[in-house]
């Protein structure tokens, strides 16, 4: 069988206390199910972006020169994008090279399949997640999409009683919500068992994309 493939458009080292614990490398698929309104990573849906083409071996080939960085400071690697969960046969081959001594970061808006959370559960030490808001309206005018998958893989977790793994992004997005919708957000995870949030508010920008930080 062939080893997975995956297009990735750029990979950041050396990067602390941004994504995740200790050093980390920064690895950003192509590929993304939203199209968010103020979108974080354009470069990751866009057609015409760089990228190079991995496979689980090329890429940890490239990325093993920090083991050692990753190891004294209890770091590793961080996949975002984009949208990493759609690589999860691709993440879960590179754990099996990498082995348990890195920690393996995930940045994921959850909505994938379902089996797709699953293959990852195993294998990933670190869930950041981007839930936008936890009202279906908002976030379909936000980000084109329907979040039952969102809330179907937060409630996969939560059953898993991976929780305290998690760190739940719940942003103030202008013209989207409000102070209010966001703690009604968190007061629904926070039934689910989740208590580590990061709140923050979206920066909009003179090109319309908004971002508080930029992966690369």
Request: aromatic content about 10%; overall charge negative; glycine content about 6%.
């Amino acid at each position: 069988m062939s080893p997975p493939r995956a297009k990735i458009i750029g990979i950041s080292r050396h990067r602390l206390s941004t994504d995740g614990e200790g050093v980390t490398t920064l690895v950003v698929f192509h590929a993304c199910p939203l199209r968010c309104r103020y979108c974080l990573n354009p470069q990751t849906i866009s057609a015409d972006s760089e990228f190079k083409e991995y496979t689980p071996l090329s890429l940890y080939e490239e990325v093993k020169i920090d083991a050692l960085y990753f190891m004294a400071t209890g770091g590793g690697i961080t996949f975002g994008g984009g949208e990493p969960a759609l690589h999860s046969d691709f993440i879960v081959a590179f754990r099996e090279l990498s082995g348990q001594s890195w920690r393996i970061t995930i940045e994921s808006s959850l909505n994938v399949s379902q089996e797709r959370i699953k293959e990852l559960l195993p294998v990933v030490d670190s869930w950041i997640i981007d839930i936008k808001d936890m009202d279906t309206e908002r976030y379909r005018r936000y980000t084109s999409c329907d979040n039952s998958l969102v809330l179907s893989n937060l409630r996969l977790i939560a059953q898993s009683g991976l929780q305290g793994n998690c760190l739940i992004r719940i942003p103030l997005i202008p013209d989207y919500n409000t102070p209010g919708n966001r703690e009604d957000s968190r007061s629904m995870l926070v039934s689910l068992g989740f208590s580590q949030f990061d709140l923050f508010t979206y920066i909009i920008h003179p090109t319309d994309y908004g971002t508080r930080k930029t992966y690369l």
